[in-house]
């Protein structure tokens, strides 16, 4: 099933809950997913993003360095909790007999998947199908109609059987969706006491989960979860790619700022022209801080997440046990990036990947036990010690080279120390081109302003007078792109010695 029908039949669901239980789902920490407005769905951009995912690393390995989707992206996205209890327990090999007494509804022996009609029509979701002519609104209207009848309208043991099978659709359909057609209930023995859900950290979960989906193949174009979150970190961090549409200014969480932007330009097209914009974007164009400027007005949900933001910590999802590194990008912390040593997958004695092909009842909490004691003391914090990022750039290019870039024209077709340093050197001189031209650019402007206020200032400024606003803004500007143009050009030039001194080694090794 398609990912924005899916988002229409939870809503619908959602919307057809009446008030209390409404009420309920938000103390569980998702009600502010549901006054996100509906997205669409962007595959380019996702396998886009994908094809940059290591897994070792779980990190975007772009030219300019790695990146990460934070527990802060998370709960400013989409305002899921990042805090409290790890999302984490019993795994069993079957839930039939689990989902016949918490449900009432059929599981097959040895399967975690319910069927999806059989549980869209226990919510009263009959003929979910979308009618000829009918509009989006209209259409989810009438699910919401439909489906109210069915609920339990009081408190009581049927409230709570209905409030359960809509979790599992809102789990399985949407927060943590899968590929097929049916729906995973692995989460169902976390829901068997209603009252204990609101206390895991779904938002963590979630985060795991997107690790896992962005590891799967590049050739797939769907996204595993809630869609919108990956998109909208792109919007924010990579602005210049021009995906996104701001549309809706000021409103929380940030994803209901936001909409995918229109391209009427076959998949195959749009991907190689966003794999070039990436490969040749510019370094000074990308945002690691995109919420400096914000708030907390609106976000309650922020304060007991602000001690979880900026650590390094283990994610859990049941058997998915997943790091955040986010030491790997301390620029995003305002650091400068210091050398680390890159993960490797040996390194890290993973007690499982993926809740596929489990057997056996496990209990994760007792199996991943070190792991839930790192999320229990909230991880590591990250120390700078660094005051330049080159040396971690040049160990970036060693360890990856040609790798990071995607488009054809960037392709590298030799492999070693020297094609490493060839990418790393090539992505230094685009960085100080494009810090050349807005240099260039501000002068002129600066100029302008100048020349435009030279007659009417001159008076002011003979009686001591001071600048305009602007031509001080413009100034400042210049100064600090200047500042950031000369930084750029140590680095080529570090770079080109660094290249011409492996070059040298190479020779004598010949």
């Not at 439909?146 to 009581?156: D, F, H, K």
């Not at 996104?244 to 229109?262: H, K, M, N, Q």
């Not at 120390?417 to 230094?428: G, H, K, T, V």
Request: hydrophobic fraction near 40%; charged fraction near 25%.
């Amino acid at each position: 099933m398609r990912a924005r029908v899916s988002w229409t039949l939870v809503l619908a669901a959602f919307l057809a809950l009446p008030p209390f239980q409404r009420e309920r789902v938000d103390e569980m920490g998702f009600g502010q997913l549901f006054r996100i407005e509906r997205m669409r769905v962007d595959p380019t951009l996702t396998q886009a993003l994908r094809s940059r995912w290591d897994t070792e690393a779980s990190a975007f390995a772009f030219p300019w360095g790695h990146m990460i989707p934070s527990l802060e992206d998370v709960s400013r996205i989409t305002g899921l909790r990042v805090y409290g209890r790890a999302v984490s327990g019993y795994t069993y090999p079957c839930y039939h007999d689990l989902a016949e007494r918490l449900l009432d509804l059929p599981v097959e022996r040895r399967s975690s998947l319910v069927p999806r009609v059989a549980l869209q029509e226990s919510l009263g979701l009959f003929e979910a199908g979308k009618n000829a002519g009918e509009t989006e609104d209209e259409y989810l209207e009438r699910l919401a109609r439909v489906s109210r009848r069915e609920l339990a309208s009081e408190p009581g043991p049927q409230a709570d059987l209905d409030l359960r099978r809509f979790l599992v659709l809102f789990l399985g359909r949407l927060l943590f969706t899968t590929r097929g057609d049916a729906v995973h209930c692995r989460f169902l023995p976390l829901l068997a006491d209603l009252g204990e859900v609101g206390g895991y950290a779904w938002g963590a979960a979630f985060l795991a989960h997107q690790f896992d989906g962005l590891s799967a193949s590049e050739r797939q174009t769907s996204t595993s979860g809630f869609y919108p979150f990956l998109q909208v970190w792109a919007y924010l961090h990579l602005p210049a790619l021009r995906r996104g549409e701001l549309t809706r200014t000021g409103l929380v969480p940030i994803a209901r700022r936001w909409d995918s932007r229109r391209d009427t330009r076959h998949l195959a097209d749009q991907l190689e022209h966003l794999q070039e914009a990436i490969d040749s974007y510019p370094y000074l164009d990308v945002v690691w801080q995109p919420y400096l400027g914000e708030g907390d007005e609106g976000q309650p949900w922020l304060v007991q997440a602000r001690p979880y933001f900026g650590r390094s910590v283990w994610l859990h999802a049941l058997s998915l046990v997943l790091p955040l590194n986010l030491f790997l990008t301390q620029c995003s912390l305002g650091l400068r990036q210091s050398v680390v040593e890159f993960p490797v997958r040996d390194r890290f004695r993973r007690p499982g990947r993926s809740f596929r092909g489990l057997h056996d009842t496990t209990d994760w909490r007792e199996r991943a036990r070190e792991q839930v004691e790192n999320w229990e003391r909230k991880g590591k914090g990250v120390r700078p010690d660094a005051t330049t990022d080159d040396a971690y750039l040049q160990a970036y290019a060693l360890k990856y080279g040609g790798k990071v870039y995607k488009s054809a024209r960037h392709q590298v077709d030799v492999t070693g120390e020297i094609a490493s340093l060839r990418a790393l050197l090539q992505s230094a001189v685009q960085d100080r081109e494009a810090a050349q031209r807005q240099v260039t650019e501000l002068r002129s402007e600066l100029e302008r302003v100048r020349g435009a206020g030279a007659g009417g200032a001159s008076s002011s400024r003979s009686a001591g007078g001071s600048p305009s606003l602007m031509e001080a803004r413009l100034a400042g500007a210049v100064l600090r792109a200047e500042e950031a143009q000369r930084h750029l050009e140590e680095r080529e030039r570090d770079l080109e010695m660094t290249h011409e001194h492996v070059m040298t080694l190479q020779s004598e090794r010949d």
